[in-house]
């Protein structure tokens, strides 16, 4: 059994923090899906899957939560 944990890659926005290591197991892409202000893209679909903010998208957040609380990896925080 290893005691290893798995580091976590962070990348920051200007509210928006995506641990990029967990959407490389993502299938289903769900926060760009469910985001209705376009805030989320996920750019390499196919091979190794990253959210991203899209910058000029990122002040028409409203904070919902929604994009949270439909990531299965938990991957997505906002402040």
Do not use: W
């Amino acid at each position: 059994m290893s005691d290893t944990k798995k580091e976590n890659y962070i990348e920051s926005y200007q509210f928006h923090h995506i641990k990029t290591n967990e959407c490389l197991e993502c299938d289903d892409f769900s926060c760009e899906e469910v985001c209705f202000r376009g805030v989320y893209k996920i750019i390499n679909k196919e091979t190794a899957p990253k959210c991203i903010v899209v910058p000029e998208r990122e002040d028409f957040c409203i904070k919902c939560h929604i994009c949270t609380t439909v990531c299965k990896s938990k991957a997505i925080s906002i402040d």
